[in-house]
Antibody
């Protein structure tokens, strides 16, 4: 069974940093691109970042470019999101999602999310 | 950047058909995915590649895509279909994934 489990969400002050993790199991993690998607309270889904299976290609949403860094460790079956310079508007539930677009299937598995709250 | 437009809300009586649209410039040339999200839960893909259905998704869910509008159709709507629905495409010009703003489906 495919499982994605996010962790690392917390309350952090504006300007602070946080590192999110996503532990993957039940599939060959190193064969799949991955994404981070966030959802502010009461709002819609917002794509944050994408990384290919080998980390060769990385893309970011304009709203986080230069502040957030996506990375992965295939030996540890883990995906990460380093968030620096956090702002109030970064408050959201952050989901990791497996990317199956190479098969034209979108994001076929999602974690349950981890809550990041940015507030003084 | 590429924009996907969805109506914020839709109300449908049980047993009727729900038609949820997603507008975008020449969206018919892109592959559209649809996600269902119930309160407190992660999104689940219900339609991928315009009109394909993942295993486990009822046949009541179907999709189409042409011109400037993609459509998710739910036939014989049930109470359990009440959820937020999001469309999604890959925008190759910006190398960004894009989500629509979401449509909240209420079953009367």
């Amino acid at each position: 069974e495919v499982q994605l489990v996010e962790s690392g969400g917390d309350l952090v002050q504006p300007g602070g940093s946080l590192r999110l993790s996503c532990a993957a199991s039940g599939f060959t993690f190193s064969s799949f691109a991955m994404n981070w998607v966030r959802q502010a309270p009461g709002k819609g889904l917002e794509w944050v970042a994408y990384i290919t299976d080998s980390s060769n290609t990385i893309y970011y949403a304009d709203s986080v470019k230069g502040r957030f860094t996506i990375s992965r460790d295939n030996a540890k079956n883990s995906l990460y999101l380093q968030m620096n310079g956090l702002r109030d508007e970064d408050t959201a539930v952050y989901y990791c999602a497996r990317d199956q677009e190479r098969l034209g299937m979108g994001f076929d598995h999602w974690g349950q999310g981890t809550l990041v709250t940015v507030s003084s | 950047s590429y924009v996907l437009t969805q109506a914020p809300t839709l109300s449908v009586a049980p047993g009727k058909t729900a038609t949820i649209t997603c507008g975008g410039n020449n969206i018919g040339a892109k592959s559209v995915h649809w996600y269902q999200q119930k309160p407190g839960q992660a999104p689940v893909v219900v339609i991928y590649n315009d009109g394909d259905r993942p295993s486990g998704i009822p046949e009541r869910f179907s999709g189409s895509n042409s011109g400037n509008t993609a459509t998710l159709t739910i036939s014989g709507v049930e109470a359990g279909d009440e959820a937020d629905y999001y469309c999604q495409v890959w925008d190759g010009s910006s190398d960004h994934w894009v989500f629509g703003g979401g449509t909240k489906l209420t079953v009367l």
